[in-house]
């Protein structure tokens, strides 16, 4: 069994969502951890890989928004100051699904559970696995970007704000986004 841990310094969790439908919004959550495990000296076949996000974090570089974003409306982060991804199955696109999860692969689906104010719902992620490097202090790195789109709505993020002249605020699909550079642990 081989542990990777999340490389903070090379690393970044966001999201996206449209604001009164004409432009992006972006935030980021600054703190959180990425615990995976393989079989094998490398990526042969993961076996274990979950993240777990402090919402307390979050910032989108307005502070007035971040703490709407913190508040009841949205993410309650006094009641609910964690957000937690867990993988359940691997698949490269264009084949069968495995039985188990299975290598990283250049083109990927990533299956798993998101839970976001105690709401889990399945959700599939579109990933792409950068490879493996050994950097210049000989510790071994992977790298991979994964993607996808949530219904804010579905996860109890239900605030709907109007514009004056009825224009809704926010969309409800949101982009995230994982920039992810891992290290192998000894």
Same mark, same amino acid.
């Given at each position: 069994? +081989?542990?990777?841990?999340?490389?903070?310094?090379?690393?970044?969790?966001?999201?996206?969502?449209?604001?009164?439908?004409?432009? +992006?919004? +972006?935030?980021?959550?600054?703190?959180?951890?990425?615990?995976?495990?393989?079989?094998?000296?490398?990526?042969? &076949?993961?076996?274990?890989?979950?993240?777990?996000?402090?919402?307390?974090?979050?910032? +989108?570089?307005?502070?007035?928004? !971040?703490?709407?974003?913190?508040?009841? !409306?949205?993410?309650?982060?006094?009641?609910?100051?964690?957000?937690?991804?867990?993988?359940?199955?691997? &698949?490269?696109?264009?084949?069968?699904?495995?039985?188990?999860?299975?290598?990283?692969?250049?083109?990927?689906?990533?299956?798993?559970?998101?839970?976001?104010?105690?709401?889990?719902?399945?959700?599939?992620?579109?990933?792409?696995?950068?490879?493996?490097?050994?950097?210049?202090?000989?510790?071994?790195?992977?790298?991979?970007?994964?993607?996808?789109?949530?219904?804010?709505? &579905?996860?109890?993020?239900?605030?709907?704000?109007?514009? !004056?002249?009825?224009?809704?605020?926010?969309?409800? &699909?949101? !982009?995230?986004?994982?920039?992810?550079?891992?290290?192998?642990?000894?």
């Amino acid at each position: 069994m +081989t542990n990777w841990n999340v490389d903070h310094a090379h690393s970044e969790l966001f999201f996206k969502i449209k604001y009164l439908m004409i432009s +992006t919004v +972006t935030g980021f959550v600054t703190s959180f951890d990425l615990d995976v495990q393989t079989s094998g000296p490398d990526f042969g &076949e993961v076996t274990y890989l979950q993240l777990t996000a402090d919402m307390t974090s979050l910032s +989108t570089n307005h502070e007035p928004r !971040d703490k709407h974003l913190k508040s009841p !409306d949205f993410f309650d982060v006094e009641n609910h100051p964690k957000l937690k991804f867990q993988a359940t199955r691997f &698949e490269k696109q264009g084949q069968t699904p495995p039985s188990l999860l299975s290598a990283f692969r250049k083109d990927y689906k990533l299956h798993g559970n998101l839970i976001i104010k105690d709401i889990s719902k399945s959700i599939i992620l579109d990933g792409e696995f950068g490879g493996l490097a050994t950097d210049n202090s000989g510790q071994r790195r992977a790298g991979f970007t994964v993607k996808g789109k949530i219904s804010r709505k &579905e996860f109890g993020l239900t605030w709907d704000g109007f514009t !004056d002249s009825g224009k809704l605020i926010l969309a409800d &699909e949101v !982009d995230i986004v994982g920039n992810i550079q891992l290290i192998k642990q000894a």
